[in-house]
């Protein structure tokens, strides 16, 4: 079963409506105790330099999918986390079913969090 993440970094290149279209996130906070010690690093600014950018990781086939329903979460990302100390991560990899990144008026990575991190 795959990971159904759900973003309000409306910021981002990669946030379509509250759903991010990346391929691939990577949530940084090696040595993080909480959610605030954790980012997204995968976030850039819209734009469209940024938009340019991160089409090698744009999950075009999460995204003609979610086109034909609104039932279901059809485009999440995979996620590489580097949260060692989370419940959730197993070998570098979110293991949770259901994953909210917060940044609503992020500008940058530094300013976005998994919300979802729990300590071990």
């Given at each position: 079963?795959?990971?159904?993440?759900?973003?309000?970094?409306?910021?981002?290149?990669?946030?379509?409506?509250?759903?991010?279209?990346a391929?691939?996130?990577?949530?940084?906070?090696?040595?993080?105790?909480?959610?605030?010690?954790?980012?997204c690093?995968?976030?850039?600014?819209?734009?469209?330099?940024?938009?340019?950018?991160?089409?090698?990781?744009?999950?075009?086939?999460?995204?003609?999918?979610?086109?034909?329903?609104?039932?279901?979460i059809?485009?999440?990302?995979?996620?590489?986390?580097?949260?060692?100390?989370?419940?959730?991560?197993?070998?570098?990899?979110c293991?949770?079913?259901?994953?909210?990144?917060?940044?609503?008026?992020?500008?940058?990575?530094?300013?976005?969090?998994?919300?979802?991190?729990?300590?071990?």
């Amino acid at each position: 079963m795959s990971c159904k993440l759900s973003c309000n970094a409306l910021n981002c290149v990669n946030n379509v409506n509250g759903l991010c279209s990346a391929t691939i996130i990577h949530v940084i906070g090696a040595g993080a105790h909480n959610s605030k010690e954790t980012m997204c690093n995968t976030f850039a600014p819209k734009g469209f330099i940024n938009a340019v950018a991160n089409l090698p990781n744009m999950n075009v086939v999460g995204e003609i999918k979610q086109v034909f329903t609104t039932e279901s979460i059809e485009m999440s990302p995979a996620i590489k986390c580097e949260a060692i100390n989370c419940k959730y991560n197993e070998n570098r990899k979110c293991k949770s079913l259901n994953v909210q990144v917060i940044g609503s008026k992020a500008g940058s990575s530094e300013e976005t969090q998994c919300e979802t991190f729990k300590i071990e």
